[in-house]
């Protein structure tokens, strides 16, 4: 919601502007995406590695997320604040047609369409470049904080279950211990 109204979160060093129209997503429910998550780079939001999902499909590797329903004019304007405010128009239909189109050379340039429900198509936005490309980053743990309170609201994990999810991802594994991760997922 900080991407829509404005403002960031606990642990972020940076405030969104929000989109031009703040109204609430018409919904919201879990999706499971089929292309891996890593952690890379390091944002100086976050003082730290932040997520990205690799750019091919790949059924044994699911990432867990929340999908909103929003409007075209919202999702161009939160990848506008992922994209250091550039204005880029997105066409939709061409990355439906491609399955991805990278819009600019930048951490979260390349949108990517995942499939369609009821009726609707889904995308979200990663790197252009694949998993393994770039060093691979611890993140904070106030990022990962915040990742795992938002796996909370969304899924019926345990602490133990959201363990076992993020410790072998790469940028978390050799980073963080099993003690670390059940810590920030209590």
Not at 72 to 90: A, L, Y
Request: proline share 6%; glycine share 8%.
């Amino acid at each position: 919601m900080y991407y829509v109204k404005g403002g960031g979160p606990p642990g972020s060093a940076k405030k969104e502007k929000g989109c031009r129209n703040k109204t609430p997503p018409k919904d919201q429910k879990p999706i499971c995406i089929h292309f891996p998550l890593y952690f890379a780079k390091c944002s100086p939001k976050w003082c730290g590695g932040v997520a990205f999902i690799g750019l091919e499909e790949d059924a044994e590797n699911t990432t867990y997320g929340r999908m909103y329903l929003i409007t075209q004019e919202q999702f161009t304007d939160v990848f506008k604040q992922e994209n250091r405010g550039s204005s880029i128009p997105i066409d939709f239909e061409e990355v439906e047609r491609s399955g991805s189109k990278v819009f600019c050379k930048s951490w979260y340039g390349n949108v990517v369409y995942l499939n369609d429900s009821e009726g609707l198509p889904i995308f979200t936005f990663t790197a252009y470049w694949n998993i393994g490309d770039a060093p691979f980053t611890a993140p904070s743990e106030e990022y990962l904080k915040t990742l795992i309170s938002g796996l909370k609201e969304t899924y019926t994990f345990t602490a133990e279950s959201l363990v076992e999810y993020v410790i072998e991802k790469p940028g978390i594994t050799k980073n963080f211990t099993r003690y670390k991760l059940l810590s920030l997922a209590q």
